[in-house]
């Protein structure tokens, strides 16, 4: 295995369109706290009821990507382009919202678009011998736009509202829609097949849940919770910017740390740790302690990402455990607003 994937060359249009399709499939995600935010300008609503508007786009995501993973013998393409295209629909049908009711329609139009495409991309990616590579790669592109996504994004909410908020990322969406032409399955997949879920798959997909439902509880207030310690909007995303940048080494710590000690042992550390600095951001409302938690928090959440989907891909060529993966962090991403919102700011680190 380890000599058909150094054999196997990744052609420069994969590797953008793998990174495209990521960054697309997880602004949802990323930018919910930001969204959140706009959701409450722009409607006057409050931050309960606009953590179950993000829940139910996070719901449209997985529901979706269930779909999606049913029926694997559409051309990737074609979806990949499809998706890029809805998700900036629905950015402008949310830019001109005028009602709550309008916004839910728009936000789940994004998650529906965001759950196709994320499924698109997990069945890619672990088809491919160069799986372990693939990932680093989309991660660590990932990474490098969200940094300038998230000092853009809250910026632009601060200064010219909601509106240009959305827009935003709709020409995201829009600006990586071509690259959606190179998406292809590998060979992997022809030789491996599709492999069995085993009780240790079931564990390693529990573990998964968990350590997203951490990250989702607080990350979709944390546009607030740095207002607490005492910074504006755009505090918060340099803050979050410069986390991310120091996250890109993420990937690689994942890959080192994987040929020195056992996975599971590093995944059952840093699992502890990113509680640990969930307690520091809920329960300490300091500028500083808010930026140190969220650099090592940041940096925890990539390093994981990298050992849980290389994990997922290793047990299965076809995908569909990857896939299963991305469903089961989005329920903890539907989850999370929810639960952080009914919970309210005061018992975020009792339930993280």
Request: overall charge positive.
């Amino acid at each position: 295995m380890a000599g058909r994937e150094s054999a196997e060359r990744i052609a420069l249009p994969l590797k953008v369109g793998v990174t495209g399709a990521m960054i697309v499939a997880g602004l949802g995600a990323s930018f919910a706290p930001f969204m959140l935010a706009a959701a409450v300008k722009q409607t006057g609503i409050n931050e309960a009821a606009a953590a179950n508007l993000i829940s139910s786009e996070f719901l449209a995501f997985l529901i979706m990507a269930l779909i999606v993973m049913r029926t694997p013998k559409h051309d990737p393409r074609v979806l990949g382009v499809t998706s890029c295209l809805g998700y900036a629909l629905g950015g402008l049908f949310a830019a001109t919202a005028k009602s709550i009711e309008a916004l839910y329609v728009a936000r789940i139009v994004c998650g529906l678009a965001g759950g196709m495409l994320m499924a698109v991309t997990m069945r890619i990616i672990a088809s491919h011998f160069t799986y372990v590579r693939l990932f680093a790669i989309a991660i660590v592109g990932n990474a490098i736009f969200s940094a300038v996504l998230l000092f853009a994004v809250p910026a632009t909410l601060q200064m010219s509202g909601p509106a240009a908020a959305y827009l935003t990322l709709s020409c995201v969406a829009l600006v990586f829609a071509p690259a959606m032409v190179s998406l292809k399955l590998g060979h992997r997949v022809e030789l491996l097949g599709k492999a069995p879920i085993l009780l240790p798959g079931v564990i390693l997909l529990f573990a998964y849940f968990l350590s997203r439902l951490n990250d989702s509880v607080a990350w979709q207030f944390t546009e607030r919770l740095g207002m607490i310690a005492g910074m504006d909007e755009m505090t918060v995303g340099a803050v979050l910017s410069a986390a991310t940048c120091i996250a890109l080494l993420g990937p690689i710590a994942a890959i080192k740390l994987e040929k020195r000690v056992h996975a599971a042992y590093v995944l059952l550390g840093f699992l502890a740790f990113k509680a640990f600095q969930s307690l520091i951001i809920c329960y300490v409302p300091h500028p500083i302690a808010f930026g140190v938690a969220q650099v090592s928090a940041m940096f925890a959440y990539v390093l994981l990402s990298q050992l849980f989907m290389t994990s997922f891909a290793m047990a299965d060529a076809s995908g569909r455990m990857a896939v299963i993966g991305g469903i089961m962090g989005m329920i903890a991403d539907a989850a999370g607003p929810f639960t952080g919102g009914q919970s309210g700011l005061g018992k975020f680190g009792q339930v993280l």
